[in-house]
C-alpha cells in the first residue's frame, strides 16, 4: 500500500545549522506531497506542498522539491530559528482515484536551541 | 475568523465505554475528516464526512461511527473502548474538493484506562 517514511528523530540543531528532514514514499500513482508542522500544543497547519514531479514548494524558508526518479521530498531550511522546534511531517495524497486521504509519515520531532 | 474548534481537550474513559468528541470546522469548510494520532506517530485516517454523509473510511472498525450536521459540524463516536482506543483525534476540515488543504484543530485526547 501507500506509505511515507520519514527520517527517524529526533532532530536536535544549533539556531541558524542546516535543516534537512528525509522524506521518501511509495505510492502506486502520481501523489501530491505535503509537508505539516505541528507546533507545541497546536493543531497541524499545513507547511508547503507540491503537486507534481520536480515541482518545488516553500514557506516560511522551508523548501522541498518533489524528485519522483527517488521518490523523495526533503524538508530543508538554510537556517533554523527557536521558533522552528515543532514535529514535521510528510504526507501524500493520490491525485486519482477513489484514495483521496492524506498519509502521514510517523513525524520528525526538531528541537532548535538558542 | 475561528478555526477549527474540537472538544473536550481531554478525557478519561474505562474500557468498555463510549464517548462522543465534537469537532466545529472552520468558517466556509464543508468537509469535516477524523484522524487518530497514537503517541509518536502520524495521524491515521479515520474517516471522512461531507454532505451529511460518509465518504470516505479509513482501516478502523465499525466502533468507530461519526456524524455530520445540516451546520457541517461532526461527532466522532467510539463504542467498547479499548486501551488501545487511547490517541489524539484530529479533526480536519476543508472545502469540498481541495482535500489536500486540510486545516487542523488541537485535538482531543483520550486516555481509555
Known amino acids: 500500500g501507500d506509505s511515507v517514511t520519514q527520517m527517524e528523530g529526533p532532530v536536535t540543531l544549533s539556531e541558524e545549522a542546516f535543516l534537512t528532514i528525509n522524506c521518501t514514499y511509495t505510492?502506486?500513482?502520481?501523489?501530491?506531497l505535503f509537508w505539516y508542522v505541528q507546533y507545541p500544543g497546536e493543531g497541524l497547519q499545513l507547511l508547503l506542498k507540491?503537486?507534481?514531479?520536480?515541482d518545488k514548494g516553500s514557506n516560511k524558508g522551508f523548501e522541498a522539491t518533489y524528485r519522483k526518479e527517488t521518490t523523495s521530498f526533503h524538508l530543508e531550511k538554510g537556517s533554523v530559528q527557536v521558533s522552528d522546534s515543532a514535529v514535521y511531517f510528510c504526507?501524500?495524497?493520490?491525485?486519482?482515484?477513489?484514495?483521496?486521504?492524506?498519509?502521514f509519515g510517523s513525524g520528525t520531532q526538531l528541537t532548535v536551541l538558542p | 475568523d475561528a478555526g477549527v474548534t474540537q472538544s473536550p481537550t481531554h478525557l478519561i474513559k474505562t474500557r468498555g465505554q463510549q464517548v462522543t468528541l465534537r469537532c466545529s470546522p472552520k468558517?466556509?469548510?464543508?468537509?469535516v475528516s477524523w484522524y487518530q494520532q497514537a503517541l509518536g506517530q502520524g495521524p491515521q485516517f479515520i474517516f471522512q464526512?461531507?454532505?451529511?454523509?460518509?465518504?470516505q473510511r479509513g482501516n478502523f472498525p465499525d466502533r468507530f461511527s461519526g456524524h455530520q450536521f445540516p451546520n457541517y459540524s461532526s461527532e466522532l463516536n467510539v463504542n467498547a473502548l479499548l486501551l488501545g482506543d487511547s490517541a489524539l483525534y484530529l479533526c480536519a476540515s476543508s472545502v469540498g474538493t481541495e482535500y489536500g488543504e486540510l486545516f487542523f484543530g488541537e485535538g482531543s485526547r483520550l486516555t481509555v484506562l
Open positions: 507540491a503537486t507534481k514531479a520536480d
Open positions: 468558517s466556509g469548510h464543508d468537509t
Open positions: 464526512y461531507y454532505e451529511e454523509e460518509e465518504r
Open positions: 505510492a502506486t500513482g502520481y501523489p501530491s
Open positions: 504526507a501524500l495524497l493520490l491525485s486519482s482515484g477513489s484514495a483521496r486521504q492524506l498519509t
